[in-house]
């Protein structure tokens, strides 16, 4: 779709502030999370009527694939996930669009869902149940810092402030997911004798490491075909809007500067063009700089 295709741009009054996908996803989450404390507080026998929508490792629905995500175990568990999703997915929308933004989201859910039971073949098959969006808030963490790496995060960790480059977060992250699957959740769900946790927990209320795992890996899938990465380059490619420079190498007699979009891919092409249009129907397009207005145009021309 072309820029010209859009309403916004045809139309002379100005564009409403939207709600960013990130928002509406909270919106969703925190509607669930009342839902959740009604469910639990109001059980009537041990039955609560969310557990539907929770992932069963012994019998799985298809919807419980992607709507386990929608229920929380606890306050604690949904707020830690909310800041994640809050913090990560705006990073992810405002680089690169609404659509990538939900692509990462729900890929990293289904892949979440898929890593846990593929973790449970062979063991017990109780009835375990999944639940939390942490899957999708990991794939955000991949896509949101692998083009981030060495800015620096400020985390409150017990009350104390302490700054991180972004790939220590992701070193982290990464680390505790898979020590924790190898350590924990994987000999946990299994009667093994030469392999135990080692720690004993109920794994009825352990973490779900494998999940996590499979949103890392969904994350990594998603930035690859984004077209992050280009390899003469040998490291990520940041498609980041930069005033067009006035230098000498600019006006250099051997030829014009190259235009803002040339040397995209088409798949980096319409990634930056969804980044583009997104960013005029939240802030208008008098937001966007002299050189993302050329890239504008020139990217419309190209996909149209």
């Known amino acids: 779709m072309g820029i010209g295709d859009r309403a916004y741009m045809r139309d002379s009054t100005p564009e409403r502030r939207q709600l960013t996908a990130t928002a509406w996803t909270l919106g969703v989450l925190l509607s669930f999370g009342i839902l959740g404390l009604?469910?639990?507080?109001?059980?009537?026998?041990?039955?609560?009527?969310?557990?539907?929508?929770?992932?069963?490792?012994?019998?799985?629905?298809?919807?419980?694939?992607?709507?386990?995500?929608?229920?929380?175990?606890?306050?604690?568990?949904?707020?830690?996930?909310?800041?994640?999703?809050?913090?990560?997915?705006?990073?992810?929308?405002?680089?690169?669009?609404?659509?990538?933004?939900?692509?990462?989201?729900?890929?990293?859910?289904?892949?979440?869902?898929?890593?846990?039971?593929?973790?449970?073949?062979?063991?017990?098959?109780?009835?375990?149940?999944?639940?939390?969006?942490?899957?999708?808030?990991?794939?955000l963490l991949v896509v949101a810092l692998l083009d981030r790496l060495e800015n620096t995060i400020s985390l409150l960790i017990i009350f104390f402030p302490v700054n991180l480059k972004a790939r220590w977060v992701l070193i982290f992250g990464t680390s505790l997911a898979v020590l924790g699957w190898i350590f924990l959740e994987l000999p946990g769900r299994h009667a093994w004798t030469f392999w135990n946790p080692a720690l004993e927990m109920n794994p009825a209320e352990a973490i779900a490491h494998s999940a996590h795992l499979g949103g890392l890996l969904s994350g990594w899938l998603m930035w690859r075909w984004l077209g992050r990465t280009i390899p003469d380059a040998g490291g990520a490619y940041i498609i980041q809007s930069q005033p067009m420079s006035e230098s000498k190498e600019a006006r250099s007699p051997e030829g014009p500067a190259k235009t803002p979009a040339e040397g995209l891919s088409p798949a980096q092409a319409r990634a930056e063009l969804d980044r583009l249009l997104d960013k005029i129907s939240a802030k208008g397009f008098g937001s966007l700089t002299e050189s993302e207005k050329r890239k504008l145009e020139e990217l419309s021309a190209r996909l149209r």
């Open 38 to 139: 009604v469910d639990w507080s109001t059980g009537f026998k041990g039955y609560r009527f969310l557990e539907p929508l929770e992932l069963n490792n012994a019998a799985p629905q298809a919807w419980q694939w992607l709507t386990y995500a929608l229920v929380h175990g606890g306050p604690w568990h949904f707020l830690m996930n909310a800041f994640g999703l809050w913090w990560l997915g705006n990073l992810v929308e405002e680089s690169y669009g609404r659509r990538a933004y939900l692509q990462t989201l729900i890929g990293g859910v289904l892949l979440g869902a898929i890593a846990w039971w593929l973790t449970g073949i062979g063991g017990p098959r109780d009835n375990l149940h999944l639940v939390g969006i942490s899957g999708g808030v990991y794939a």
